[in-house]
């Protein structure tokens, strides 16, 4: 099998809004994520070569694989944001302000999330420049493949900050003040101050970046290790739907979606790419004993050699210090979500009483991977986007497609799916139920101008949070009002 490489590149100047030299190291995954030696390099030397160019676009990988960005920990900030988990310790260092809205510009999570997702920007920004800078390295497929990547990974950094420090999309059609889009290699701090761009902006680019990926990228890859890790063109199908559903542009939801489920009953799969994502027969399956099936169509990976433990670990806090249970009230209490679901039984446990989410169950050293996109999430957006325009027929085959995974003795009452209301709001009782500790709830809230409902119990309780509110989103960290003065 191929190994990839580790780099460490020695600039001269430092990454922008990183306090040391950028490292660029491997995150991608070959048998328990093998990493050759490092190597010290000049930047003039960087894209000299096949291996060193492959080197940074593995950098890539790893600084998305940020322990506060898709590491885990970006997940539990937007599930626990919601009503379905209940937090027993006040520790702030394990999502206590997320959990109670109460994040300020000095919050740790805060300047760590974005950390992250910039310097994955720059790093997707300084591949896409280096490529161009030095032609004929590598074979002009290659070098489109790894524009394509870096495209992808951009897109993805850039949804994930603005959904999180932006007003939502819908909220004025993107016209609120955004985030500054950076789109060149930073070497230094020269041009730190930029003006934040309108949330349409950010949308926009992130659209542009997806539709190129998906000229760009590979089909698939030789190992389903490999097109479970790595971006390929499906992976930016999918989570182009995404991004149009948190715009409200369903008719787009519904052309990307139908690219990789063109069925209109079930089993809905995927006939046009190299790689036929379908539903797996047991959700157990793809959390527990093989994390490369064709449902997770792109996710992060974890080995002995590189993974997070303790508070950095989303596996650690839920499921090892039970920091969070599932709230009876919330979904886990809808009748929606019945005993007989397999659910239940793959990503729950009981402890005195309580129900404890173990969707990532691995002990130390917590080698789960975890999860970015999933089929299941796309049927799911598919089902929502058909539903809202009116194809309720497909839209309930969608949804009892994703339900009876993993419950088929269970039947929706006509309430339930009756009407185009009612519809929708079964399949974001869905979303909760197959989607949950997957990242999704706080932003479903924010698309839709919900308010973030109040939960608690005996011992912590925190309010409602309307959007009109000023946490309703994350206030920007104090880094980045430190160092651009036009922000």
């Known amino acids: 099998m191929k190994k990839y490489y580790g780099i460490i590149i020695k600039y001269k100047f430092i990454f922008l809004l990183l306090s040391s030299t950028a490292l660029v190291s491997s995150c991608e995954k070959n048998d328990k994520l093998t ?118 990974l951009r897109a993805l950094a850039y949804y994930d900050l603005v959904i999180s420090f932006g007003q939502p999309y819908n909220k004025d059609a993107g016209a609120s003040k955004g985030l500054p889009l950076r789109l060149n290699a930073e070497a230094g701090p020269e041009n730190n101050d930029l003006a934040r761009s309108s949330v349409a902006e950010i949308y926009t680019q992130i659209l542009k970046d997806l539709n190129e990926a998906e000229a760009a990228l590979p089909q698939n890859y030789t190992t389903n290790d490999l097109n479970t890790t790595r971006a390929h063109t499906s992976a930016a199908i999918a989570l182009k739907t995404r991004v149009y559903l948190s715009m409200n542009n369903y008719a787009k939801v519904i052309e990307e979606a139908a690219k990789l489920a063109p069925q209109s009953t079930a089993p809905f799969s995927t006939t046009a790419t190299a790689v036929k994502h379908v539903l797996q027969p047991a959700i157990a399956t793809i959390f527990t004993s093989d994390y490369a099936t064709t449902e997770s169509i792109f996710s992060i990976p974890m080995s002995t050699l590189d993974s997070y433990t303790g508070q950095s670990s989303i596996a650690y806090i839920y499921n090892t210090n039970l920091e969070y249970y599932l709230n009876p009230t919330g979904i886990l209490g809808d009748a929606q979500w019945a005993t007989t679901d397999a659910r239940r039984t793959a990503v729950l446990k009981t402890v ?76 974001w009782k869905e979303r909760r139920i197959e989607l949950l500790g997957e990242g ?48």
Not at 47 to 55: C, D, L, M, Q, S
């Open 352 to 427: 005195s009483g309580k129900q404890y989410f173990k969707k990532y169950a691995k002990p130390s050293p917590f080698l789960d991977y975890i999860p970015v996109i999933r089929y299941a999430e796309v049927l799911l957006n598919y089902a929502e986007a058909a539903a809202r325009t009116g194809n309720l027929l497909l839209a309930t085959n969608l949804l009892k497609a994703v339900h009876a995974r993993s419950d088929a003795s269970y039947v929706f009452p006509a309430t339930a799916t009756g009407t185009q209301q009612a519809l929708v709001e079964t399949i």
């Open 35 to 152: 990493i050759a030696p490092e190597t010290t390099l000049s930047d003039e030397d960087v894209f000299k070569t096949p291996a060193r160019i492959e080197g940074v676009a593995n950098g890539i990988y790893k600084a998305l694989k940020g322990a506060s960005l898709y590491g885990g920990r970006y997940l539990m900030y937007q599930d626990v944001r919601g009503e379905d988990f209940i937090n027993i310790t006040a520790n702030t260092y394990t999502g206590y302000d997320a959990w109670n809205n109460s994040y300020s510009s000095g919050s740790n999570d805060i300047n760590n999330l974005w950390s992250a997702a910039y310097t994955t920007i720059n790093r997707a920004n300084t591949l896409i420049a280096g490529i161009a800078a030095n032609p004929g390295v590598v074979s002009t497929q290659k070098a489109a493949e790894y524009v394509g990547e870096a495209k992808f």
């Open 440 to 487: 999704f709830r706080g932003t479903d809230l924010l698309r839709n101008l919900q308010s973030i409902p109040a939960k608690g119990d005996g011992n912590l309780q925190t309010s409602a949070v309307a959007p009109s509110a000023a946490n309703y989103i994350f206030p920007a960290p104090n880094t980045e009002l430190a160092t651009n003065k036009l922000y």
